[in-house]
């Protein structure tokens, strides 16, 4: 049964996610608003989730000092505010500073979101909340898409940005209602335990495959919505973001990670079976039919999916002395790779097409397959 404090949690982590995300189906109208290139319009996912890359560096000592309540209410204000002025539809060099502000906010609500979720209900539901703090996030990125999507089709994409500001405004209300939560001893990150942890070949390789699974995942839906209009010019962006409703399988995958490495026998056997989901996926969004490209989401989604759950599970057991420091590093790799790739994969579409674009991100699934081959077996 979920308590106050758990609902509060999971609907500031929907939110928080969803802002992350809202822009992505309207893209390509915005960029004919403004008159801008693919490139400048991917820009703005790219400055939103750079700072996430280095989120557990810079965020890590502010929790050291501040709880994550008062995190929290600190940021829901600041994202209220930065969501409030994107609202007044500003021109894209004003667009572009705020979403690098909320970019700046995200990352402290996002570490405070899952800090809290940890620290509800004890140690021994840890595991259980940051399961549910996953699935709040994966509905959080497809209301963001989905719903922003359809108001803008109804009214406008002004209407749609005032929507999730009032949602904030929302949570940060709902946050006055919210228990403080106990302090943590949080591990400082030390640079001699990250070179430490650097020298294990096999964090190497996990980082690594975190940096390009996400690079690509990350690449494909920021520029997907270009492509959805490239077949058809007259679609909609309640259409557009229709497609993202593949994200949703992202839920049941990572609810039941365990028992796929169970079934399978081992986590490099459940990590190579998500590659090829992965990369199947992938390979279907060569197509020119919107029908398909509903269907490759799925796939594409629940083969990354895979990959990310077991991967940090894998991850968290090699290291069980330095797991804050391991999820540390993992976040920061995940996020650069999604940075890069909302953006770098953008030069190869512009100029060679969207099968050019595919081929960059197929020779890039292969490099993750090889990296994923070298990691060590380990049975269930």
Known sequence: MFNRNQFIIVYCTITAFAVLYEHQPLLPLLAGQWKRSINDAALLTTVTMLPLAVAPILYGYFLERFSAHRMLMIGFTLLFISQSVLSTAPDYPLFLLLRAIEGLVLPAIFISLMTYSSSIGGQHKARQNIAMYIASTIVGGFCGRVVTGFVTSLTDWQTAFWMWAVMALIA???????????????????????????????????????????????????????????????????????????YLIGIAVSLFSGRLVSLLGS?????????????????????????????????????????????????????PSRRGMINGLYVSAYYSGGALGTFLPGLVYRPVGWNGFTVLLVTTMLLLGWIIHLMPLRNS
């Not at 190579?272 to 398909?292: C, H, K, N, P, R």
């Open 267 to 319: 986590e490099r056997r459940t990590l190579m079976v998500g590659w090829s989901i992965y990369l199947s996926g992938t390979l279907v969004f060569v197509t020119d039919s919107l029908l398909l490209l509903h269907l490759a989401m799925y796939i594409f989604a629940a083969g990354m999916f895979m990959l990310h759950s077991v991967l940090s599970s894998l991850l968290n057991h090699l290291e």
């Open 172 to 246: 940060l209300l709902s946050l006055i209602k919210l228990e403080s939560d106990p302090r943590h001893n949080l591990v400082k990150i030390s640079f001699d335990e990250v070179r430490l942890l650097l020298t294990k070949q096999v964090n190497r390789r996990g980082l690594s495959a975190a940096f390009l699974m996400f690079f690509v995942f990350a690449a494909m839906l920021n520029f997907l919505p270009f492509r959805m209009q490239e077949i058809s010019p007259e679609i909609t962006t309640a259409a557009i973001s229709m497609v993202y409703t593949g």
